[in-house]
């Protein structure tokens, strides 16, 4: 069944690559205080304690669930370079941008979860004349990467005007950019028609993950769009790439949830490694700088939940319930004791997550230009 389809992360995964704020606005303004509903509070060496023996087997056999209207090689009569175009004008992008590869990934989630994949996320107004997702709280400045889709889609109509749907250009994009990342190469399914309304009071309704979300409130929302417990951790592991500001995340290490004391999950070392990176605490400018989620910003692997298990470091108040909560903990584990878990699983999931809710057949349109409909 389709989502009534009106048109935020994650999220981000996962959801989650911050942009800088302009120093000259000030103090930070955001709309929530982070603050963790997740009654957690141990101290930094109270990680659950877990019988390997039983802890269930992370599934690595099953796939995770495809829509059927998607195919291989969508384009092979109507525009048969499809994804060759695709995957060469992003590797160029990647070139001159290896941050691409994050704000990629972290599009094509912001787009699939808040009404299906449909590239209503990349459109600049609607024609009902209400905002569009872009300019919500959740996104706006948070995105990065609708220009790179611009110039993307010029190449594409170059060769193959009005054929290839931007949303099939986003997933491409994104499947190029797993590869890059050092992702097994797979070819990515088409198919998708692109959504011709985007609203951000549709992304605003609890359709995309807070940074300051409880545990409940992030199982709920994955839970609705159909993945599980263990497929809400794998995408949260897209964290393995790109960055956060610190303004996500740097109450955490001084006045978490109001106490002026540090979140007593960290331990000191992480503490002292966040107030190092995000200097000037209580001033406009210790918003902007730039933290890795880990030391491999590029690369799609393990790390992440290393950090997790070995280290006890998470920056988003997100990440750090999917190491303390004991239904969670048990996957992380496993993610980061087995190399090559992650490497198999997260494209699987990725393949579910950009096949959520799309539009297909005659359904919406095919847009010339992405930031605007045809009409």
Known sequence: MKMTRIFVVTLSLLLLLL?????????????????SLFPFLGNSDDLPEIDPKKVPPVDQTAPAEVSKSLKLDFYKSSCPNAEKIVADAFREIVKANSGAIANFIRLQFHDCFVNGCDASILLDYSP?????????QFNGLLLKGADMMDEIKTK???????????????????NEAMTLAGMPAQKPLGGRRDATVSLATVAEANNLPLPNWSMEQMVELFNRKGFNLEEMVILLGAHS??????DAFIERANNFNGTGKPDPTLTPEVVEEIKKSCPDYGTPQYRNPPVNFDATPTVLD???FKDMVNR????LITDSHILEDPRTFPVVQ????????????FPEVMAKLT??????????EIRKICRSTNA
């Open 334 to 345: 496993k993610l980061a004791n087995d190399t090559e878990l992650f490497t198999k699983r």
């Open 355 to 364: 096949a959520l809710n799309v539009i297909v057949g005659q359904e919406g």
């Open 241 to 246: 790439v790109g960055i956060a500001h610190c």
């Open 128 to 136: 009902s004349g209400d905002q569009v997702e872009k300019s919500s």
């Open 312 to 315: 006890r470091r998470t920056l």
């Open 19 to 35: 942009a800088p704020s302009k120093a000259e606005e000030g103090p930070p303004i955001l709309p929530f205080h982070f603050h």
């Open 302 to 304: 393990n790390l992440f």
């Open 156 to 174: 594409v109509e170059a060769q193959c005007p009005g054929v290839v749907s931007c949303a099939d250009i986003l997933a491409f994009a994104t």
